[in-house]
């Protein structure tokens, strides 16, 4: 996975979890996924990290 050193390590253990998620961040743009990253990272808990990757799951592109 691309950025794996910029990506928290909550946000990667979440998409680890949801192969939906994972496949669509791969698919997202260079913008997509720093916006992704930066929302990742100001995160306060894991319920809302789980939020964030299973939003990522239901997208479709």
Do not use: D, W
């Not at 691309?2 to 990506?7: F, G, L, Y």
Request: charged share 35%; net charge neutral.
């Amino acid at each position: 996975m691309e950025n794996q050193k910029e990506m928290p390590a909550g946000l990667a253990f979440q998409m680890a979890m949801n192969e939906q998620a994972m496949e669509h961040y791969a698919r997202m743009t260079q913008e997509e996924r720093k916006q992704v990253l930066e929302r990742a990272k100001n995160v306060q808990s894991k319920e809302q990290m789980r939020g964030i990757v299973e939003e990522l799951g239901r997208k479709t592109f």
